[in-house]
C-alpha cells in the first residue's frame, strides 16, 4: 500500500517562504506522476502543481513563478516551494500520487490514485 506523509506547512507572514514535502513509501515512485492540491474550506479541491516520472513540471497558471515542484526519486520524495506567498494561498495542501500519468489529465484530482493527509498552510497578513 503506498503511503504518503506532506510536512512542511505552518505559519508564515505574506512574502514568506514554505517548501512543502511529501515523502512516499510502499509503492513504484519513480513511475508514479505526483501532483499537489491545495483545499479550503467549502471549497473543491484545487490543483497546485504536478510533475511527470520524466519531472516534467505544470502548474496552476497563476501559481507559475511563485511555486515549484520537484522530486527526488533517491528520496521517494516530492517537494513543493512556495515563494511570496499570499493570503490567499492558506489551504491545506495535499499530496497525491498517479499510478498511469497521463499529460492530459494531471490537474484533475480524479486522476490520482493516492493522496496524503494534507499539511495546513496558512499566511497572515
Known amino acids: 500500500q503506498v503511503q504518503l506523509v506532506e510536512s512542511g506547512g505552518g505559519l508564515v507572514q505574506t512574502g514568506g517562504s514554505l517548501r512543502l514535502s511529501c515523502a512516499a513509501s510502499?509503492?513504484?515512485?519513480?513511475?508514479?506522476?505526483m501532483g499537489w492540491f491545495r483545499q479550503t474550506p467549502g471549497k473543491e479541491r484545487e490543483f497546485v502543481a504536478a510533475i511527470s516520472p520524466g519531472s516534467n513540471a505544470n502548474y496552476k497558471d497563476f501559481l507559475k513563478g511563485r511555486f515549484t515542484i520537484s522530486r527526488d526519486s533517491a528520496k521517494n520524495t516530492v517537494y513543493l516551494q512556495m515563494n511570496s506567498l499570499k493570503p490567499e494561498d492558506t489551504a491545506v495542501y495535499y499530496c497525491a500520487a498517479d499510478r498511469e500519468y497521463w499529460s492530459g489529465n494531471y490537474d484533475s484530482w480524479l486522476a490520482y490514485d493516492y493522496w496524503g493527509q494534507g499539511t495546513q498552510v496558512t499566511v497572515s497578513s
Open positions: 510502499g509503492g513504484a515512485f519513480s513511475t508514479y506522476g
